[in-house]
């Protein structure tokens, strides 16, 4: 082509992607200013974090959660490059920094094109085809998922960029295309962490398809690889020392949870409830496993899934015939990248539990979710497969074959281009209500926050924050304290509209300590509270409760020190006043102390509702200074039985409280569960429920208080408790089990302190 038809195909290019993005996006690229798609779960955090920091933050600490403590913006999925520009230069309105999201985003799928595009052109494919296949790839692309919730994952240009780069240097062997790769990747990282990985798998694979199939010396190859993964490790790198300037926090876990579900399937790979196709069978029942999204989905469509069953043989015979073909080379290259990073996003080698392996993988060990990295398998299948239809058109075209070549071409462009307007119409739904979510969470038709205030002679200047009911704290790996659920969603809506944090946390890699210290606020009367020493305004706490029949008593507790002001979005409201908690507080454990002056050494009590209870205080080591715990090491089996506590008869269920401090590993997510068995006088289950370390609201040091609250059956006659130790060895000792009806204070004098109902308290404190 000439300079001028170049041009000329780019432009028409432009304006294919432009319509098509336009058509796909929908309300998202037409209305940005007035779509939220998703408003629960993730993407409710991921909008609120994002729109709260872009309208009311400052620089680059996140202060709408986690209040008073806040968090660094990259750890909230807040987009940072956007947000903490929009709150550098004075913060704008929620319609701004929507439009400018959603515009970016339609940007990316406009530029994934494309790059795309450029690629094919790259690879000796004709404008026509080059448009209508880059146009396939980037609408069929298994990143549109985000677009439901994870909008930072949602720029779609990333690994096209990746791709063209990596193809011009490979034809040209110019530097300047790593260089791109470095600054892309370095920008990318501060829209999502995720990207700097993706750079560093990419160069990796890359190197090491080159190294094994390109010709030439090896010394050679490795020497033309420096700059590869020189621009490849300069982008974490580079990332790590902005974190190490800018965030103060150093006790973020060190370990993620990561479950399988992080992984990619072979399900997932090839099927998809978006496509119309899959649908059917689907709905049909000929397949019940039919991928509908979730980490690792990397739907490559069918006439991609036909393409590789047919091409890799039939290239694999040709190499064996023509070994010296230069087109091969990089078809090799190309395939190792795409199947070795395929096999790496199924999770080879992590689930192989190699020892030490995660110690050379060190800069994965952050990423719970390796599946994604399926995306760049797809990228890569997608261009190998646009390039050998049209060999294979060309092929058939020249012995004469020219009704068969258009029958085929046909045949792929119809199947290809069905799949693509399944994820139109699933895209374009998503969109649709996301102009409904943006009316819920802004109350655009209904009664807002602040007329709901005004009506009750309250202003939002009049509170410091809000607290949310149900307690939930998640972002921490080692604590995973309640279900964000809907009250999420609720408290977004409260918090953007009256510019008021939340002390509850959904973020992600939180510091520990932080955590610990605000989940004590809903720990009852008898855990020290820094929540109340850590704010200095009086103003009262705008607490929120969801479901009164939810609060456990420790937080029913709370509502001791709030004036009620009405309902209102779902939601009971009250003003709770912190000096009220501490107030109560304090008469509480003055009253505990009296009596504990009382015991002698050893000893335990019970006040209030006395009816079957259990304290095991363990091995009580004379060695252990005042205020300590020490308890049993371990035990290395998977489940033991930690007691057998008899029970009297019930003439009604009860609540009743189990507890138990466990001491875990730092920086660790891993915790023990206790499962309590609840048996009839015939020795038979009747009930069973399981109380989780990881939702401990109390702690002290290494060591955290794991309890629930349930209701004990009136049949219950024995209740078995035992531990589960997953993954082994998930604690390092247990110390001081209670189980308790809920009316009943037990008071314990032992050499570690005082202990009130499984708190420790030391001189009236925690």
């Known amino acids: 082509m000439t300079g001028r038809q170049r041009?000329?195909?780019?432009?028409?290019?432009?304006?294919?992607?432009?319509?098509?993005?336009?058509?796909?996006?929908?309300?998202?690229?037409?209305?940005?200013?007035?779509?939220?798609?998703?408003?629960?779960?993730?993407?409710?955090?991921?909008?609120?974090?994002?729109?709260?920091?872009s309208m009311y933050g400052s620089g680059y600490w996140f202060e709408g959660m986690n209040y008073p403590y806040g968090e660094h913006i990259v750890f909230t999925d807040g987009v940072p490059v956007l947000s903490v520009l929009f709150a550098s230069l004075g913060n704008v309105s929620a319609d701004t920094a929507l439009t400018t999201l959603w515009w970016a985003i339609g940007l990316s799928y406009v530029l994934s094109i494309l790059y795309l595009y450029k690629a094919l052109l790259r690879l000796a494919v004709p404008p026509v085809w080059a448009i209508a296949g880059a146009c396939l790839i980037g609408m069929l692309t298994p990143q549109w998922i985000r677009l439901r919730g994870h909008y930072a994952?949602?720029?779609?240009?990333?690994?096209?960029?990746?791709?063209?780069?990596?193809?011009?240097?490979?034809?040209?062997?110019?530097?300047?295309?790593?260089?791109?790769?470095?600054?892309l990747g370095f920008l990318f990282s501060f829209i999502h962490p995720y990207y700097a990985g993706v750079v560093l798998v990419w160069a990796g694979a890359f190197a090491g398809g080159y190294v094994l199939f390109e010709r030439g010396k090896v010394a050679e190859k490795v020497k033309a690889m420096l700059p590869v993964l020189s621009a490849a490790t300069a982008v974490p790198v580079l990332v790590m020392l902005v974190m190490k300037v800018t965030d103060p926090i150093k006790d973020r876990p060190a370990t993620p949870y990561a479950s399988a579900e992080g992984f990619s399937t072979p399900s997932r790979i090839i099927s998809s409830a978006f496509s119309p196709f899959w649908k059917v069978v689907s709905d049909k029942g000929w397949l019940h496993n039919v991928a509908d999204g979730g980490e690792g989905f990397g739907y490559i469509g069918l006439v991609v899934i036909a393409v590789l069953v047919i091409a890799l043989p039939v290239f694999y015979l040709r190499r064996r015939r023509e070994p010296q073909h230069r087109a091969s080379f990089l078809t090799l290259i190309a395939m190792f990248m795409a199947f070795g990073i395929l096999l790496f996003s199924m999770g080879v080698p992590m689930r192989w539990h190699i020892p030490g392996l995660m110690k050379v993988l060190f800069v994965f060990k952050q990423i719970r979710t390796i599946g994604r990295f399926a995306w760049l398998f797809y990228y890569i299948v997608g261009v190998y497969s646009v390039v050998t239809i049209y060999e294979w058109f060309k092929a058939l075209v020249s012995t004469g074959k020219r009704g068969i070549a258009v029958g085929l071409l046909s045949l792929a462009l119809a199947v290809w281009s069905v799949e693509v307007y399944g994820y139109i119409q699933a895209m374009r739904k998503v969109a649709d209500q996301g102009r409904y979510n943006y009316e819920v969470i802004f109350s655009t038709r209904e009664q807002n926050w602040k007329q709901f205030l005004?009506?009750?002679?309250?202003?939002?200047?009049?509170?410091?924050?809000l607290l949310l009911l149900k307690y939930y704290n998640v972002g921490t790996e080692k604590l995973w304290i309640g279900d964000p659920g809907w009250l999420m969603t609720l408290g977004a809506k409260a918090s953007l509209q009256l510019k008021l944090p939340i002390v509850d946390a959904m973020m992600s890699r939180s510091s520990i300590q932080r955590a610990k210290d605000l989940a004590k606020t809903v720990a009852g009367p008898y855990a020290e509270k820094p929540l109340l020493q850590l704010i200095r305004s009086d103003k009262p706490l705008l607490l929120l409760n969801y479901d009164i029949n939810a609060l456990s008593p420790d937080e029913a507790y709370l509502l001791k020190a709030s004036d009620y002001l009405g309902e209102y979005s779902q939601c009971k409201v009250y003003a709770c006043y912190p000096q009220r908690i501490a107030a109560n507080d304090r008469a509480n454990v003055d009253s505990v102390m009296k009596v504990a002056e009382l015991l002698a050494p050893g000893a335990d009590t019970?006040?209030?509702?006395?009816?079957?209870?259990?304290?095991?205080?363990?091995?009580?080591?004379?060695?252990?200074?005042?205020?300590?715990?020490?308890?049993?090491?371990?035990?290395?089996?998977?489940?033991?039985?930690?007691?057998?506590?008899?029970?009297?008869?019930?003439?009604?269920?009860?609540?009743?409280?189990?507890?138990?401090?466990?001491?875990?590993?730092?920086?660790?997510?891993?915790?023990?569960?206790v499962v309590l068995q609840m048996n009839g006088a015939n020795g038979k289950p009747i009930s069973e429920i399981t109380v989780k370390t990881n939702q401990s609201v109390d702690s002290r040091g290494d060591w955290y208080r794991a309890s629930a609250y349930f209701y004990m059956p009136a049949a219950c006659r024995q209740v078995q408790c035992r531990v589960i130790n997953e993954l082994a060895p998930a604690y390092i000792a247990m110390d001081e089990v209670l189980l308790r009806p809920a009316g009943a204070t037990i008071i314990s004098k032992v050499d570690r302190g005082i202990m009130a109902n499984g708190h420790l308290l030391i001189q009236g404190r925690k």
């Not at 063209?164 to 470095?182: C, F, G, H, N, S």
């Not at 209030?608 to 049993?632: K, V």
Request: hydrophobic share 40%; glycine share 6%; net charge negative.
């Open 153 to 183: 994952l949602s720029f779609v240009s990333f690994v096209p960029m990746l791709l063209y780069w990596t193809l011009a240097w490979y034809q040209e062997r110019k530097l300047k295309y790593w260089v791109y790769v470095a600054i």
């Open 454 to 465: 005004a009506e009750h002679g309250k202003r939002p200047e009049d509170f410091q924050a």
């Open 606 to 673: 019970c006040l209030g509702d006395c009816g079957t209870w259990y304290a095991q205080h363990f091995n009580e080591s004379p060695s252990m200074p005042s205020g300590e715990l020490s308890g049993i090491p371990c035990i290395s089996s998977y489940d033991s039985i930690l007691a057998t506590i008899p029970m009297a008869a019930l003439q009604d269920s009860t609540i009743y409280e189990f507890s138990c401090w466990f001491k875990l590993e730092y920086k660790d997510h891993r915790s023990p569960d």
């Open 7 to 53: 041009i000329y195909w780019f432009f028409i290019a432009v304006a294919v992607a432009a319509l098509l993005v336009t058509l796909g996006l929908s309300y998202l690229v037409t209305e940005p200013e007035h779509v939220l798609p998703e408003i629960g779960g993730d993407g409710c955090k991921n909008s609120f974090t994002y729109l709260y920091h």
